[in-house]
């Protein structure tokens, strides 16, 4: 089981509140529900309790699990903004963002904090992004 101080952060995200209670009701949040969770929990948990919890999905195998948490810290994805979420959630039946006509729902870096590489990671990408225009 996670680290209740840790769940508790990722409560204070409506989102990911959302996300963990599916997942302890044994849902299935689909694709791009794991794939969010993944890149935003990772931040939060360890790596095995992060597996574990991806596992409480149906459709999400222990091999699944590790392939995704793999995938996502090999590439060293950040986590997604509500755009992208909104976007991802199209391609699914599972409502990723529970209360998408909210323009504060599912914005994680408005309820999280993250660490600062994860911040210094996206300035890092808007300055190479500026040169590049």
Not at 19 to 40: K, N, T, W
Request: proline content about 5%; some cysteine; glycine content about 4%.
């Amino acid at each position: 089981m996670a680290n209740k101080s840790q769940t508790k952060e990722l409560q204070k995200n409506s989102m990911m509140a959302h996300l963990l209670d599916a997942l302890e009701a044994g849902q299935d949040i689909g694709h791009y529900g794991r794939l969010v969770f993944a890149m935003v929990a990772r931040h939060f948990m360890s790596e095995q309790e992060l597996i574990r919890y991806l596992m409480k999905d149906p459709e999400c195998s222990e091999g699944d699990a590790k392939s995704l948490v793999r995938q996502v810290e090999g590439k060293d994805y950040n986590p997604p903004k509500r755009e992208r979420i909104l976007e991802w959630q199209q391609h699914q039946e599972f409502p990723i963002c529970p209360d998408s006509e909210d323009p504060d729902s599912c914005n994680v870096y408005k309820d999280l904090t993250f660490p600062d590489e994860v911040y210094e990671h996206i300035n890092s990408y808007y300055e190479q992004k500026s040169t590049v225009s």
